[in-house]
C-alpha cells in the first residue's frame, strides 16, 4: 500500500461495509480529508549550472534571478531567497533577484561563486503539546558570476631582472633573453621597447619581448650590456612598467664535457609512479666557467617515459610505463657545455623494468650480502652560505651496504673540483664520509657552485681494495656581503677623490663628470644607487641615481674664486629593494673654470675627432704623470690660427683645451701657475717630446698657448655662448620692461619741460593785468556815452609810456552814487585796487621804462609832478565831499585827478590813453536818479602810472579836472 500523499491527492471517500456472522450487512460512507504537512523541499527550476556575467566596476547592477518551486501549499509553500553574508551581492528575499551593491574588478577576482538558499515557512502540528511549531524545509543551489573585463589595466613586469649570456663573435640576430610583462586585461595589449641601453647591439621584438643581438659582440669591446626594457602601453614611473636585462658576453669554448662513471645502468618496477628518480648523471667541463645541461636524445620511445632534468642530470619517470611491456629501455644523453660554440657528450644509460611479481628482480637497495658497497645516493645536492666559518659542517655522505665487520682502512677524499681548496673530507666514526669548510673562502662572487666528487677507499671481505665515488653539488647562497667600491680614474694621483672642473659661464643641468661604483655581490645585493650627502655645496649639483653622472642644478655667474671648490660627498649603496644594505662614500672636489685657467695643446695634422679617439687619453696620462697634477680636458675643437687682430679656422688640425687642479690644494691652476710645469719655453719643449711619442708620423705637436685674447672683437672660442632659460630670461625681460617705462617718462619729462620754458617765456614779456575790483552794487542805473574830440595839436606821442591799465574796467564799470556813505566806500575801494595794480606794475616798469634808464630824462620832473598830483588829488577829495561827487584816485602810483575839463581836453585825454597796452583806465560816472536833489554832475576818474604821469606833467598836460559845483583848476605847468 502507497503512502498518502496530499500533493497527489487530497481526499479519499470510502464505503464501509459491515457483516454479521449470521449473513447480514451493513455499509456507510467513510469521508478522508488529508491533511498537509510541509514534506516537500523547495525546488529550484533554473537550468544548471546557474551562471551569470557582470562586468567590472559597474554598481550597483542587476545580475539575474533565481526561482523556485515547493509543491506543498499555504505557508508551507511559500519561499524566501536568502545568500551568506557577502560585500558584493545582495538577493530579494521574496523575488530571488539578485543585485550587484559594489563595483568587481576582474584582475583581483575574475569570479564569484554564491550559495543561494530558498526556504519555506513550513508549519508542523505537534499533537503532544498541540501547538504548531515552525519546520521550514530548504533547498541550495551554486550561483557562479563571471566578471567581465575592460580594459584598464597597463602592462607590468613580474620578473624586473634578467640576465643573460652571449658568446662573442656570434653572427647577429642571435636570440639572448626573452623578457616577459603581463597584461591583467582579457584583451592583452603588450608592445615591448628597449626604454635605455645599447640599441645600436640589441633589438626586441616588439610582440614576443625577445631580445637579439643586431651586430656580432665582443668580448675584448664590451663584456657586459645592461638593457632597460619597458611597454609603450606603460609609461609610468612604477618600479614594475620596466625590467633591467643584464647581458654578459663570454670568451669562445675550447673544452668539452665529459661523463663521470658512465655508462649508466639502473632498474625501476612497472607500477613506478610518475617523477620518480630513476638514476643522476654526472658530466664534469673542463672550463669552470661554463654551465653543463642535459638531454635525451634518439630512442624516441624512450623519451615517451623517461625525461631528464637539464640543470640537475636526475632521469625520472615521464610516463606510464605499464602501457608498455619492452624490459629494457636504452637512453642516449647528451651533456652540452655553455661554450661558444658549445661542446657535448653523450652516454647511455640502460634502464631495466621489472614487472610485478617478477621473480630474482633486482632491488636497487639490496641487503649488503648481495650489493656492493656505495654511498647512500650517488648524486648530493648541498646548500651552504656564503662566508661560512671554517671546519662548519657542510653534509655527511652515508656509506651503506656496510657488512657487520665494517670497512676496514676506509679513507675519504676530494678528487676532483675542490677549487680553492674550499672543503675538507673526513673519515667518521660511523664509516662515513664528512665534508667540512676548510677555509673561510666560500664567496658566492667568487665560485656560486662547487662540484665536487668525494671518493671513498677501503677493503671488506666481499670487496677487498674497493673504491666509490659520489657527486657532491654544493649551492653556496648569496648574501649581501660586499659593500659598493667606488672605482676612481688615477687613484694613485686622486687620492681616492673625483676632480673636475666646469664653465663658470655654463647652463642649468650641464653635465660635469660621472661618478661609478661596483658591488662585488650578485642579483639584488649587487645592484648600485648613487645619491648626494646633503651637504650646503652638494645643493648646486644633482645625480642621476642609476648612472651617477652628476650635473649642475644652477648657474655659477655670482661665484667667487674664495669660495671654491665646491667639496661634497657622494654615496653608493647596494639592495635598493631592501631594507638592510651596505654604502659608501667618495668625495667629489668640483672648480670652476675661468679665462686664466685654460691652457691649448696644438695638435697639427690631426683634426678634432681623430683627437679625441685615438690620443685624449694618452695625451692626459703623459701629462699627469709629468706634473704631478690633475689634468681635465674641457673640449676639442678645431685650430684657430691667428692671423693680425683676428683668427682663421684650421679644420685639419686640433686645438685642445685644458686645465690643471693641484690635488694638495684642490684648487684650479692658472695659465701663471703652469709656467714653471709646462708652459715656461725649455719646459715646453720637453714636455712636446714627450707627447709627440703617441702620434703618428703625420701628426705633430705643436705648442702650449693660452686662448686668444684679441683687442676690439670678440675672440672665438674663449668665452662660452651663454644662453639663458626660465628664471634668467624673466628677469631680463623685467629689466627690459623697466627700462622701456623709464625711456617713455623721459621722453614725457622732456615733453613737459619744454612746455613749461614756453610758458615761462611768454610770461616774461606778456604784462600781467590786474582786475580793478569794485563793489557791486545793484541799484537802477542807466548807461551814457560820452563822445570826445581831441585836438589835432594835442596828439602827443605816447608810445613810450607805459601805462598800466585794466580792460576789464570800462562802461560796464560806470556805477551810480547814491549817498555819501557810500560815495566815501567806494572811494576807499578803489583806492586800494590802484594800490595793489602800482605795487605789482612798479618793478617792471623799473626795468623796462625808458625813463628809469635814463635818469636826466625827466626824473626831477617826475618827482614834481608826483607832488603835484597828490596835492591836485587832496584838494579834490575836499572838493568832492561838499559837492557829492566821487572822484578816482590812485594810491601810492601816479594819480591824476582831473577836474573841470571841457568836452575837448577829456575826449582828448582819453585817446591818448588808449594808445598804449600797458596803460589802464577807470572811468566813473555817475548816473542820475529821480529823487536826488542836487544839480546833476559827473565826475572822471583817469589813472595813469607812475611814469605816464611823469611824462604828461612835463608836457604840460592838464591833470586834474573837476566838473561840478565847485570849480577848482590846477595846472600843471603851475606846479612846475
Known sequence: MGAIDYEQRRSYSLVVQAKDPSGGTATTTVSILVNDINDNDPEFINPRPITFSVPENQAPLRVGIVSATDKDSGPNGDISYSIPANPFFRIAEKTGEITLVQPLDFERQQQHTLIVTARDNGISYSSDRGISIPSPRSATVVVTVNVIDSEDEDPTFIDRIYYAEVFENRPAGLEVVQVSATDPDTVKHITYTIVQGDTNAFQINPQSGVITTRIPLDYETTNRYQLIVGTTENRKNAPSSSATVYVNVLNENDVGPKFVGGPYVASIGRQAPLNTVIQTILARDGDQSNKITYAIEGDAKGQQFFAVDPNTGEIRVSGDLSRDNDPVYNLIVTARDSGNPPQTATSNVIINVINPGQQNAPIIQAPSEL?????????????????????????????????????????????????????????????????????????????????????????????????????????????????????????????????????????????????????????????????????????????????????????????????????????????????????????????????????????????????????????????????????????????????????????????????????????????????????????????????????????????????????????????????????????????????????????????????????????????????????????????????????????????????????????????????????????????????????????????????????????????????????????????????????AASSEGINMAVSSLDEDDEERLMARSTLTSDQSRVVSSRHLRDDYEAPRSYSYSYAYSKEFAANGLNRGSNNTTTIGNTNTTSSTASHL
Open 371 to 887: 650489493g656492493p658497497v656505495q654511498f647512500a645516493l650517488p648524486q648530493y645536492q648541498v646548500r651552504i652560505r656564503e662566508g661560512a666559518n671554517a671546519n662548519t659542517p657542510v653534509e655527511e655522505l652515508r656509506i651503506i651496504n656496510k657488512p657487520q665487520s665494517g670497512i676496514t682502512n676506509l679513507q675519504c677524499a676530494i678528487v676532483s673540483g675542490n677549487a680553492d681548496n674550499a672543503f675538507s673530507v673526513e673519515t667518521t666514526s660511523n664509516g662515513d664520509c664528512l665534508i667540512r669548510v676548510a677555509s673561510g673562502s666560500i664567496d658566492f662572487e667568487t665560485r656560486p657552485e662547487h662540484d665536487i666528487v668525494v671518493q671513498a677507499t677501503g677493503s671488506t671481505e666481499n670487496q677487498p681494495n674497493f673504491r666509490i665515488d659520489t657527486r657532491v653539488a654544493v649551492s653556496v647562497v648569496n648574501v649581501n656581503d660586499n659593500a659598493p667600491q667606488f672605482i676612481f680614474p688615477y687613484p694613485g694621483l686622486t687620492g681616492g677623490r673625483y676632480f673636475a672642473a666646469i664653465d663658470v659661464n655654463s647652463n642649468v643641468g650641464t653635465p660635469i663628470l660621472k661618478v661609478s661604483a661596483t658591488d662585488a655581490d650578485k642579483g639584488d645585493f649587487g645592484i648600485v644607487r648613487y645619491a648626494l650627502i646633503p651637504s650646503v655645496p652638494a645643493q648646486r649639483f644633482e645625480i642621476n641615481d642609476e648612472s651617477g653622472l652628476v650635473s649642475s642644478r644652477v648657474t655659477f655667474i655670482d661665484s667667487t674664486p674664495e669660495n671654491e671648490p665646491f667639496e661634497f660627498a657622494v654615496q653608493a649603496r647596494d639592495s635598493p629593494n631592501q631594507v638592510n644594505f651596505k654604502a659608501a662614500a667618495a668625495t667629489v672636489i668640483i672648480n670652476l673654470i675661468r679665462d686664466q685657467n685654460r691652457f691649448i695643446l696644438v695638435i697639427e695634422g690631426s683634426d678634432a675627432a681623430k683627437t679625441r679617439d685615438s690620443y685624449q687619453n694618452n695625451i692626459v696620462k703623459i701629462i699627469q704623470e709629468k706634473t704631478g697634477k690633475v689634468v681635465g680636458v674641457e673640449k676639442i675643437t678645431h685650430r684657430d690660427i691667428l692671423d693680425g687682430n683676428r683668427t682663421r679656422p684650421d679644420f685639419q688640425s686640433t686645438d685642445m683645451w685644458m686645465y690643471a687642479i693641484d690635488p694638495d690644494t684642490r684648487r684650479i691652476m692658472t695659465f701663471l701657475d703652469l709656467q714653471s710645469i709646462l708652459l715656461a719655453k725649455d719646459i715646453q719643449e720637453r714636455r712636446l717630446s714627450e707627447v709627440q711619442t703617441i702620434f703618428s708620423s703625420t701628426d705633430r705637436a705643436v705648442e702650449f698657448r693660452a686662448p686668444y685674447i684679441l683687442p676690439g672683437i670678440v675672440q672665438p672660442l674663449v668665452y662660452k655662448t651663454w644662453s639663458v632659460w626660465g628664471f634668467e630670461a624673466g628677469l631680463i625681460a623685467l629689466a627690459a620692461l623697466i627700462i622701456l617705462f623709464c625711456i617713455i617718462a623721459i621722453i614725457i619729462l622732456c615733453y613737459l619741460w619744454a612746455r613749461y620754458r614756453e610758458y615761462l617765456k611768454r610770461a616774461r614779456y606778456q604784462p600781467r593785468m590786474e582786475p580793478v575790483m569794485f563793489e557791486p552794487v545793484a541799484p537802477e542805473y542807466e548807461t551814457q556815452i560820452l563822445q570826445m574830440n581831441v585836438n589835432e595839436d594835442d596828439n602827443a606821442d605816447l608810445g613810450e609810456v607805459n601805462v598800466g591799465f585794466t580792460p576789464r574796467a570800462g562802461i560796464d564799470s560806470v556805477t551810480y552814487i547814491k549817498t555819501q556813505q557810500e560815495r566815501e566806500r567806494h572811494m576807499q575801494a578803489t583806492n586800494a585796487a590802484r594800490e595793489q595794480q602800482y605795487r605789482s606794475s612798479s618793478a617792471y616798469n623799473q626795468s623796462t621804462n625808458p625813463i628809469y634808464d635814463n635818469p636826466d630824462h625827466g626824473a626831477m620832473t617826475a618827482t614834481a609832478g608826483y607832488s603835484t598830483a597828490r596835492r591836485a588829488t587832496a584838494g579834490y577829495s575836499s572838493t568832492t565831499a561838499n559837492s557829492g561827487q566821487r572822484v
